[in-house]
């Protein structure tokens, strides 16, 4: 079918709407119309090459949320009609995935990154030629997305659709860290370095999980100001204040957790110093691969448990549904982080990502029927 879709084209260039051909589902396969699609910094680290990415031209996007309207001649999880979040790819067959933690899937690189299905076929096409897809296993800055079933999560129909596509990636990576991979003690202190959509959702979690000293750290005071209102109980700012001995003072002697989403290697540094001893640091921020880190061995002879997390180490289907659980209760109200454009404002998106003028954009598709709250 002829889908419109965003193709990056080039490194580092700008994202073109184009028309391009989607497959028919394979059995165990599902057609999504998009209704929207978060803007996550990984797809602006593929763009800029940040993060090695193999041919172009590429169809990113990998927070999609919409409605199913075709499903392979095996799928079982959901039918026509069904609203769905869609989340990261995990092969499903590896001792990780067959031990219930597809975060850790051993073929989560390929499966997330090679732009291809696992045979090495093409889900996208362009007169005749491959375009390279399955981005996360869903490509969603499109109309449509082809998505393997064991990626969709059917959600309730009582919650606006286009506000879920985010806790399939970012939201889930931040809160899922706390909740799933932390899992600190009521009573307990977090500091959580870069308050963007990654960050604030962990605060959000933290004071789900009862912690009751939540630091932020960002160098937008924006930023900060909704850190607090989302649950941080103190907001540093990282060029201004001396981060690492206000942490100090607050703890006593450097918080029980640490949750790093920036990449950013002094900070990455000064996450696994800001923790007491024995205490847990939980790095998601990607930054370059090859970047050294300025540590010396005695950082790291603390005690500490350092460990980095991917996707908050969550199971989509039963961690999304939490999720929307809480935001129900008014618990975790991510809808405040987000900010929506069409999909023909996509790189006013990115640019704003990039300056921290929005915390998590999400692009809303042309035609599908949406209700912006
Ligand atoms: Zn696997
Ligand atoms: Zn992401």
């Known amino acids: 079918m002829d889908i419109q879709a965003a193709l990056l084209r080039e490194p580092k260039a700008a994202f073109s709407i184009e028309t391009v051909q989607l497959d028919a589902p394979r059995p165990d396969e599902v057609v999504v119309e998009i209704v929207a699609c978060g803007l996550c910094h990984t797809d602006l680290s593929v763009r800029d090459g940040v993060i090695p990415f193999p041919a172009l031209p590429n169809v990113l996007g990998h927070e999609g949320s919409g409605v199913v309207i075709a499903v392979g001649s095996a799928v079982s999880k959901v039918a026509v009609g069904d609203p769905v979040a869609l989340s990261f790819a995990s092969c499903g067959a590896c001792p990780a995935c067959e031990a219930g933690t597809p975060a850790r899937c051993d073929n989560f690189l390929p499966a997330n990154f090679m732009g291809r299905r696992a045979d090495g076929s093409c889900t996208h096409h362009q007169h005749g030629q491959d375009i390279n897809g399955c981005f996360f296993g869903q490509s969603s800055f499109a109309s449509h ?45 977090v500091v959580v370095f870069g308050a963007g959509a990654v960050g604030l959702s962990a605060v959000m ?38 981060v690492l001995a206000r942490i100090k003072d607050i703890t006593g002697a450097g918080a029980d957790c640490a949750v790093e989403a920036t990449g950013v290697p002094e900070v990455v540094a000064q996450s696994i110093r800001s923790v007491r001893r024995g205490g847990q640091v939980a790095l998601l921020g990607v930054g ?5 880190l300025p540590l010396v061995l005695g950082d790291l002879l603390s ?21 929307i659980e809480f935001y129900r209760q008014g618990r975790f109200p991510f809808d405040r982080l987000i900010q929506f454009y069409d999909f023909a404002q996509i790189n006013e998106a990115a640019h704003d990502a990039e300056t921290g003028r929005a915390i998590k954009p999400v692009i809303c598709m042309p035609g599908a029927n949406r209700r912006r709250p």
């Open 288 to 292: 370059r691969m090859d970047a050294p």
């Open 205 to 242: 979690a933290a004071r789900i999980a009862g912690c009751t000293t939540i630091i932020a750290v960002d160098v937008h005071p924006a930023r900060l100001a909704l850190a607090r209102e989302l649950g941080a109980t103190h907001a540093l700012h990282a060029r201004e204040d001396d």
């Open 145 to 189: 997305a082809l998505v393997r079933e064991r990626h969709v999560v059917k959600v309730p129909h009582d919650v606006p659709l286009e506000l879920l596509g985010p806790l399939g990636c970012g939201i889930q990576t931040g809160a899922g860290t706390i909740l799933n991979h932390l899992k600190p003690q009521p009573g307990s202190s």
């Open 303 to 323: 005690g500490a448990v350092i460990q980095s997390v991917v996707e908050g180490d969550s199971v989509p289907d039963s961690f999304i549904p939490q999720l």
